[in-house]
């Protein structure tokens, strides 16, 4: 129990100090019990108090209470100031709010509260959360207007929300952005970047950024390597998808499911099915459940290296594994069977796509058809190319 006195100064401090030291160990719910046993007892509150509340809640992660704690705050007609916007703010960017986020900026300024650095950068991160690239670029501006300097975690949020959005070039321009403006981008804005440049197939830049990092005496971390890897696989660059991977190693870090996913997709691009069922292999054997994307591109380069008996044993490891294939693991099946000639199993898993409540496109049927035209079922064909449905044989 709190001594705090009704209405005593001393009570009013001991009070705030308790919700404070809630709020750095993240105990929001003890934050929110406090204030109201305040009130309870009557002491005069202070909009500190419910900021102290609000921060609580929004380091647990419970945006709803911290925007309902202002709003009390509000209610009880203590004017809001710059530090109470912000604690909203970043409420609104913790729970992925972007919205909401912005609608608590454009009341600041109704209030003639003058936005500060920590208010620009909340925003601009609760827009990349949200993906939101427009918005988050718009907040920078104003930022530049209102004669307020971007700085890291501003530029960061601003490049990772043009990642979301693949403007690979727009990341970019940021980036540069950055060292004219004397910040040192950190592992995280390069990380942002590269994904860019993956997501706008552009591996060279990625690569270039990659470079970049090493010479700012930056180490890369598994994020970067898995964007670069990623990047090189959309340009079909397999050799260097797979040297990326063995730099992971080299850095003394370990390659995660999305760098061995990236890998294999490379491999199955550049039609190296044994290179691609090796990294499926070392998975395993570094204890990393493949994931779906994993297995589709195993599974698609065993169609491309007309395996398509092991293209069924790894759509068959899937559901050992609890994964359930998309379409996308299908229609590579599909394919492998019908370069393998197994019209009979090509319309299996047509089927079995049905009642696995996927529907086949155009890839799938077609595939279909062009299997049941080579093991000559005609009738088969046509059923699977008016996408009929399920099939006896």
Do not use: F
């Given at each position: 129990?709190?001594?705090?006195?009704?209405?005593?100064?001393?009570?009013?401090?001991?009070?705030?100090?308790?919700?404070?030291?809630?709020?750095?160990?993240?105990?929001?719910?003890?934050?929110?019990?406090?204030?109201?046993?305040?009130?309870?007892?009557?002491?005069?509150?202070?909009?500190?108090?419910?900021?102290?509340?609000?921060?609580?809640?929004?380091?647990?992660?419970?945006?709803?209470?911290?925007?309902?704690?202002?709003?009390?705050?509000?209610?009880?007609?203590?004017?809001?100031?710059?530090?109470?916007?912000?604690?909203?703010?970043?409420?609104?960017?913790?729970?992925?709010?972007?919205?909401?986020?912005?609608?608590?900026?454009?009341?600041?300024?109704?209030?003639?509260?003058?936005?500060?650095?920590?208010?620009?950068?909340?925003?601009?991160?609760?827009?990349?959360?949200?993906?939101?690239?427009?918005?988050?670029?718009?907040?920078?501006?104003?930022?530049?207007?209102?004669?307020?300097?971007?700085?890291?975690?501003?530029?960061?949020?601003?490049?990772?929300?043009?990642?979301?959005?693949?403007?690979?070039?727009?990341?970019?321009?940021?980036?540069?952005?950055?060292?004219?403006?004397?910040?040192?981008?950190?592992?995280?804005?390069?990380?942002?970047?590269?994904?860019?440049?993956?997501?706008?197939?552009?591996?060279?830049?990625?690569?270039?950024?990659?470079?970049?990092?090493?010479?700012?005496?930056?180490?890369?971390?598994?994020?970067?390597?898995?964007?670069?890897?990623?990047?090189?696989?959309?340009?079909?660059?397999?050799?260097?998808?797979?040297?990326?991977?063995?730099?992971?190693?080299?850095?003394?870090?370990?390659?995660?499911?999305?760098?061995?996913?990236?890998?294999?997709?490379?491999?199955?691009?550049?039609?190296?099915?044994?290179?691609?069922?090796?990294?499926?292999?070392?998975?395993?054997?570094?204890?990393?459940?493949?994931?779906?994307?994993?297995?589709?591109?195993?599974?698609?380069?065993?169609?491309?290296?007309?395996?398509?008996?092991?293209?069924?044993?790894?759509?068959?490891?899937?559901?050992?594994?609890?994964?359930?294939?998309?379409?996308?693991?299908?229609?590579?099946?599909?394919?492998?069977?019908?370069?393998?000639?197994?019209?009979?199993?090509?319309?299996?898993?047509?089927?079995?796509?049905?009642?696995?409540?996927?529907?086949?496109?155009?890839?799938?049927?077609?595939?279909?058809?062009?299997?049941?035209?080579?093991?000559?079922?005609?009738?088969?064909?046509?059923a699977a190319s008016s996408g009929s449905g399920r099939w006896?044989?």
């Amino acid at each position: 129990m709190l001594d705090i006195g009704r209405g005593s100064r001393e009570g009013a401090m001991s009070l705030e100090v308790s919700i404070k030291n809630c709020g750095r160990t993240e105990q929001w719910s003890a934050a929110l019990r406090l204030l109201h046993e305040g009130l309870r007892l009557g002491v005069q509150l202070v909009p500190s108090h419910y900021i102290a509340t609000a921060s609580a809640c929004r380091k647990g992660g419970q945006w709803q209470h911290a925007l309902s704690v202002l709003s009390e705050m509000w209610k009880a007609k203590l004017e809001p100031n710059v530090i109470g916007y912000n604690a909203g703010i970043s409420a609104c960017e913790k729970g992925e709010q972007w919205q909401r986020a912005l609608a608590l900026l454009s009341e600041m300024r109704k209030a003639k509260l003058e936005p500060d650095v920590i208010t620009y950068s909340a925003g601009i991160s609760a827009c990349s959360k949200g993906e939101q690239w427009q918005p988050a670029l718009v907040l920078l501006s104003e930022m530049r207007e209102a004669k307020l300097e971007p700085n890291v975690i501003s530029y960061n949020a601003g490049i990772s929300a043009c990642s979301k959005g693949e403007q690979w070039q727009r990341a970019l321009a940021l980036l540069s952005e950055m060292w004219e403006a004397k910040l040192e981008p950190a592992v995280i804005t390069y990380s942002a970047g590269i994904s860019a440049c993956e997501k706008g197939k552009q591996w060279q830049p990625a690569l270039v950024l990659l470079s970049e990092m090493r010479e700012a005496k930056l180490e890369p971390d598994v994020i970067s390597y898995s964007a670069g890897i990623s990047a090189c696989s959309k340009g079909e660059e397999w050799q260097l998808a797979l040297a990326l991977l063995s730099d992971i190693w080299e850095a003394k870090l370990e390659p995660d499911v999305i760098s061995y996913s990236a890998g294999i997709s490379a491999c199955e691009k550049g039609e190296q099915w044994q290179r691609a069922l090796a990294l499926l292999s070392e998975m395993w054997e570094a204890k990393l459940v493949p994931n779906v994307i994993s297995y589709s591109a195993g599974i698609s380069a065993c169609e491309k290296g007309e395996l398509w008996q092991r293209a069924l044993a790894l759509l068959s490891e899937m559901w050992e594994a609890k994964l359930v294939p998309n379409v996308i693991s299908y229609n590579a099946g599909i394919s492998a069977c019908e370069k393998g000639e197994q019209w009979q199993r090509a319309l299996a898993l047509l089927s079995e796509m049905w009642e696995v409540k996927l529907e086949p496109n155009v890839i799938s049927y077609n595939a279909g058809t062009s299997a049941c035209s080579k093991g000559e079922q005609w009738q088969r064909a046509l059923a699977a190319s008016s996408g009929s449905g399920r099939w006896r044989y």
